[in-house]
């Protein structure tokens, strides 16, 4: 993270530094400024990443999939996939289910962007964030937020 970031070394007041909520919201604000700061070297912001990385690993999506499933909103996402397809990473082609609808997918030189260039990068950005958790720690850490996000239905244990 940069030392102009909005979010360096801001301190939490003691009644908001047990707040999960506040905690996770700043570590949330932590790794977007750590993802901002990877990716930038290639032209890129952390949109375009995710949404790379997600088409990679889904196939060709609509935008508006794109755009529910990563919480970003349309108008952003058409910014976003205009300009991946203006560095020619990704391409638009007819949906053959619904040819009203396009599909977004990656460009041989995005597919080769994001595995020799992106990934690396971002793991080592990644690696960098979590730092201060030794390998245990990183695995409860997953464990926990796949949880909160995905055992939604799950009873929670005593």
Do not use: C
């Amino acid at each position: 993270m940069s030392a102009d970031s909005p979010h360096a070394d801001v301190l939490l007041p003691a009644f908001l530094s047990s707040s999960t909520s506040v905690l996770l919201s700043k570590a949330d604000d932590l790794f977007s400024d750590i993802l901002e700061t990877a990716v930038e070297p290639f032209g890129l912001r952390a949109k375009d990443f995710i949404v790379l990385a997600a088409i990679d690993s889904m196939g060709p999506q609509s935008q508006q999939q794109l755009a529910r499933i990563h919480g970003i909103d349309r108008t952003t996402m058409v910014s976003v996939v205009d300009g991946l397809e203006r560095l020619g990473l990704v391409q638009r082609a007819r949906n053959p289910d619904d040819r009203r609808k396009y599909a977004i997918g990656l460009t041989g030189e995005g597919q080769a962007l994001l595995h020799d260039e992106l990934a690396p990068v971002m793991l080592n950005a990644l690696d960098g964030f979590l730092a201060p958790l030794d390998a245990d720690e990183r695995a409860r850490l997953n464990t926990l937020l796949w949880r909160l996000v995905h055992d939604r239905d799950r009873p929670a244990q005593p």
